[in-house]
């Protein structure tokens, strides 16, 4: 999406990965082609608990945003692809 020039939003609730994504993708955020939100989709704003498998399932707290809110920053997007959607992108453990 983003070599075919496409405005690229990410919602990513996980800290660790949100800051991996901007260093990775540093070049695109610069520009203004990739936005980043690290937030967890929800039905309303607000907060959750997520956790993490790797440290025990301990729960960390994780800022909430809304589809609406999500459109009201960004704008209505032209497409919608959850995380299995996206090519390359790979596939949950079973």
Known sequence: MLAAGQRVVVVQPDARIYYALLEHFAAPVAEGQLVLEN???????????????????????????????????????????????????????H
Request: with cysteine; aromatic share 8%; glycine share 10%.
């Open 39 to 93: 937030f967890a989709p929800a039905p309303r704003g607000g907060e959750i608990a997520m956790l993490i498998p790797s440290d025990g399932g301990r729960p960390y707290h994780v800022v909430t945003i809304s589809w609406d809110e999500l459109v009201v920053k960004h704008c209505l997007p032209a497409q919608v692809l959850t995380a299995a959607e996206v090519p390359g992108y790979p596939a949950a453990p």
